[in-house]
T-cell receptor
Framework: DGGITQSPKYLFRKEGQNVTLSCEQN?????MYWYRQDPGQGLRLIYY???????QKGDIAEGYSVSREKKESFPLTVTSAQKNPTAFYLC?????????????FGSGTRLTVV | DAKTTQPNSMESNEEEPVHLPCNHS???????IHWYRQLPSQGPEYVIH???SNVNNRMASLAIAEDRKSSTLILHRATLRDAAVYYC?????????FGTGTSLTVIP
């Protein structure tokens, strides 16, 4: 079945470390997105990509970086510059940059700073 | 971006219908109205979407007001598996914004 795979499900980071969250989709979707969710809050957009080798900052991009070298993959790196990275991270994709057809989400990665 | 207003929480008895309201008074003419739901520690799941007409699928029905300033997600018979946070999202272009949604509790 097609879908989005996020890994790992749980991730622990030490202070000052960079960590990379994986997001892979086999839906042949053009657009991909990264969101952050804090307890009891909605989703906030970190980065999005409409096509390969192109991406744009969302509302809370500081301290994060992404790449889109392949259509299927959109990894997110949480850098040491992100001061409060503990959160639930969600990756999503849509058929095209116009999301009227809906979005498919992964199951999320829970990142904890220890 | 169109802003939405949803009740923070609602309760329903199992096997009864549930009507989840959403106000989106600033919606533009090209915004599709999407509904998603999210179970704890999972990613949101698509439920239904529509533009102007009422829509039905196997999960739910979507009733859209004639002026499109509000919509209602209808779960015809709530089950315990329907307990989740439901988000109403007007979508246009390539971004979408989730508010805090409505937390639905289903009472056995």
């Amino acid at each position: 079945d097609g879908g989005i795979t996020q890994s790992p499900k749980y991730l622990f980071r030490k202070e000052g470390q960079n960590v990379t969250l994986s997001c892979e989709q086999n839906l042949n979707h053009d657009a991909m997105y990264w969101y952050r969710q804090d307890p009891g809050q909605g989703l906030r957009l970190i980065y999005y990509s409409q096509i390969v080798n192109d991406f744009q900052k969302g509302d809370i991009a500081e301290g994060y970086s992404v790449s889109r070298e392949k259509k299927e993959s959109f990894p997110l790196t949480v850098t040491s510059a992100q001061k409060n990275p503990t959160a639930f991270y969600l990756c999503a994709s849509s058929i095209s940059a116009r999301g009227i057809y809906g979005y498919t989400f992964g199951s999320g990665t829970r990142l904890t700073v220890v | 971006d169109a802003k939405t207003t949803q009740p923070n929480s609602m309760e329903s008895n199992e096997e009864e219908p549930v009507h989840l309201p959403c106000n989106h008074s600033t919606i533009s003419g090209t915004d599709y109205i999407h509904w998603y739901r999210q179970l704890p520690s999972q990613g949101p799941e698509y439920v239904i979407h529509g533009l102007t007409s009422n829509v039905n699928n196997r999960m739910a029905s979507l009733a859209i007001a004639e002026d499109r300033k509000s919509s209602t997600l209808i779960l015809h018979r709530a089950t315990l598996r329907d307990a989740a946070v439901y988000y109403c999202i007007p979508i246009t272009g390539n971004q979408f914004y989730f508010g805090t949604g409505t937390s639905l509790t289903v009472i056995p």
